[in-house]
């Protein structure tokens, strides 16, 4: 089989173009789908970007949120650690003169 342009047919050179223009026409189309793809790709990429952003922030506020908190249960146990004895001997000294008073 001879290959070389000049001994090929009229037909079998229009049949050559032809492949080679469908050729062309698909690398186009593929270019363009890729282009596409990448677009939505980066699009998809802002949005986790953007999303990872907010979780972040929405992290630190929820740590810090968690901080206050320790801190005021901390300070809630060392208010119960000093109300529960004034309790008690508030509920003592009533009941003590009461049996003291009935008993004596």
Same mark, same amino acid.
């Given at each position: 089989?001879?290959?070389?342009?000049?001994?090929?047919?009229? &037909?079998?050179?229009?049949?050559?173009?032809?492949? *080679?223009?469908?050729?062309?026409? $698909?690398? !186009? *189309? #593929?270019?363009? /789908?890729?282009?596409?793809?990448?677009?939505? *790709? /980066?699009? #998809?990429?802002?949005?986790?970007?953007?999303?990872?952003?907010?979780?972040?922030? *929405?992290?630190? !506020?929820?740590?810090?949120?968690?901080?206050?908190?320790? !801190?005021? %249960?901390?300070?809630?146990? $060392?208010?119960?650690?000093?109300?529960? &004895?004034?309790? %008690?001997?508030?509920?003592?000294? &009533?009941?003590?003169?009461?049996?003291? !008073?009935?008993?004596?």
């Amino acid at each position: 089989m001879d290959t070389s342009w000049e001994k090929q047919s009229d &037909p079998q050179a229009e049949r050559f173009l032809a492949l *080679l223009e469908e050729i062309r026409d $698909n690398q !186009r *189309l #593929q270019i363009e /789908r890729q282009t596409e793809v990448l677009t939505l *790709l /980066r699009e #998809q990429f802002e949005q986790v970007e953007k999303q990872f952003d907010r979780n972040q922030r *929405l992290q630190t !506020r929820a740590e810090e949120l968690q901080s206050q908190s320790a !801190r005021l %249960v901390a300070g809630s146990l $060392n208010v119960v650690k000093i109300a529960i &004895p004034i309790i %008690v001997m508030l509920l003592a000294y &009533p009941t003590w003169l009461i049996f003291r !008073r009935f008993f004596t």
